[in-house]
């Protein structure tokens, strides 16, 4: 059993950046591989980025790829996304989930949810 807690969530202007993070509970932290979801008002939760369990290898959305970074620290049992350039449509609730296939970007094959952090873009 894992549970997750998003934080770092907020209102920023369009052009700015905010870091999220998600801490883990638990032991089995390394056996996870951590995506991060989004899901904006009236629309469907989509993938954002993954990272493998090592923290070696990432997978990002082509919506966030070169602006969002995804890092790890497996000692602390905590997953980073470091959004850049943000722009208004990438306002959402921002979850972060853990699975066990590293590269997957469909939401089913992720076990654990955590309960999201809103980010708003203003324009």
């Known amino acids: 059993q894992v549970q997750l807690v998003e934080s770092g969530g907020g209102l920023v202007q369009a052009g700015g950046s905010l870091r999220l993070s998600c801490a883990a509970s638990g032991r089995t932290f390394t056996t996870y591989a951590m995506g991060w979801f989004r899901q904006a008002p009236g629309k469907e939760r989509e993938f954002v980025a993954v990272i493998s369990r090592s923290g070696g290898s990432t997978y990002y959305a082509a919506s966030v790829k070169g602006r969002f970074t995804l890092s790890r620290d497996n000692a602390k049992n905590t997953v980073y996304l470091q959004m850049n350039s943000l722009l208004p449509e990438d306002t959402a609730v921002y979850y972060c989930?853990?699975?066990?296939?590293?590269?997957?970007?469909?939401?089913?094959?992720?076990?654990?949810w955590g309960q999201g952090t809103q980010v708003t873009v203003s324009s």
């Open positions: 989930a853990a699975g066990n296939y590293y590269g997957s970007s469909n939401s089913n094959n992720y076990d654990y």
